[in-house]
């Protein structure tokens, strides 16, 4: 009976240990949404549940495009209501100049979705579609590029605008595997774990191929000693304030001192930029006063170090400012509204 007795008790704790170890695992494991995406030369994740409680940007309403408000009506989705997550897979694409420009994205976005109305919507929109491990990719013509989009849950939705079907593919095929919690792209194996703990958004790699200019990047409009393929780690959490954290990985220890001495001089250069006058964008001049006070209050906060071969910017961002750059967004195309209507660019 002792003897039942201790081989229950110890079959129990095997079992919690497991349990425990599993638990730990999915904690350390990058999000699903992540996982999903395909082999990139970058990769940005927002998790938007934390960042929409902490700004409150979908309850500021604005004028929606027409593209955007028939996308609305159509599925009833809206985005800054309905979106929890989202990550993008950035590629690099070798002509530059051809449909996609110098990238194409994949995108996974989780969320809250009427799976009937958005399966019409696409379905209307289509030029044709590919059966694929059970899932329906829907091909739809924009501006010249092929946008495909499917379906792999109830809440959770795949765009990509590659020039070829291989990247859906790879993101229907990582869902069958989502339970791995270390199943995703080399990229996530590479670095993920150098992402702060509880970060709410956080990219990965040669995040600045999008914002390239031939072979250098530009910040403000002002060039920077960086190559375009230069690796970096940004992060923002929340630890009683918005925390962005930054992290550029250089060739070597004397890169990584020019990186810092560059990094300095451009915060300078930025903390010394007046006024410019009302901005479009932004709209009415209080609302742009009170958003250039909160530009100066962030770079203020900026400081920049140098480790090893690695240069690491701090600051801390005003909540106000994520709120003014939310809502000054919500009346442009989202991407995957702009991934779903013929006329939007994804």
Request: net charge neutral; no cysteine.
């Amino acid at each position: 009976m002792r003897r039942r007795t201790r081989n229950t008790f110890a079959i129990l704790l095997i079992a919690l240990a497991a349990l425990a170890v599993a638990v730990y695992l999915r904690k350390q494991a990058p999000p699903e949404a992540a996982r999903l995406l395909p082999e990139a030369d970058a990769i940005v994740y927002f998790n938007l549940r934390p960042l929409r409680a902490l700004t409150h940007f979908d309850q500021h309403p604005v004028p929606h495009s027409a593209d955007y408000q028939a996308f609305l009506d159509a599925t009833g989705i809206q985005f800054e209501r309905d979106l929890d997550e989202a990550a993008f897979a950035i590629h690099r694409m070798a002509d530059a100049n051809g449909p996609n420009g110098p990238v194409a994205y994949s995108e996974v976005f989780v969320g809250h979705f009427d799976g009937r109305r958005l399966t019409r919507y696409l379905a209307t929109q289509a030029a044709d579609t590919e059966s694929y491990a059970g899932h329906t990719i829907y091909r739809i013509p924009v501006d010249g590029r092929n946008v495909r989009v499917t379906i792999l849950g109830y809440d959770i939705v795949a765009v990509s605008n590659a020039p070829t079907p291989e990247q859906i593919h790879s993101i229907i095929d990582r869902h069958r595997t989502a339970a791995l919690p270390f199943s995703g792209s080399t990229l996530l194996a590479q670095h993920y774990p150098d992402v702060p703990l509880l970060a709410q958004a956080w990219g990965i790699g040669k995040i600045g191929l999008p914002f390239s200019a031939g072979h250098s990047l530009r910040l403000f409009g002002i060039p920077l000693p960086l190559p375009v393929d230069t690796t970096f780690i940004a992060s923002i959490r929340y630890l009683g304030s918005l925390q962005l954290r930054v992290e550029e990985i250089a060739r070597d220890k004397d890169a990584a001192h020019t990186s810092m001495q560059v990094a300095n001089v451009v915060i300078q250069i930025l903390r010394a930029i007046p006024s410019s006058g009302p901005s479009p964008t932004l709209g009415n001049t209080t609302s742009q006063n009170s958003t250039e006070a909160e530009l100066a209050a962030l770079l203020n906060t900026a400081t920049v170090q140098q480790r090893e071969n690695k240069v690491i910017l701090r600051a801390t961002i005003p909540v106000g400012l994520l709120e003014d750059l939310f809502t000054a967004s919500k009346d442009a195309t989202t991407p995957a509204a702009g991934a779903a209507s013929p006329s939007g660019k994804p």
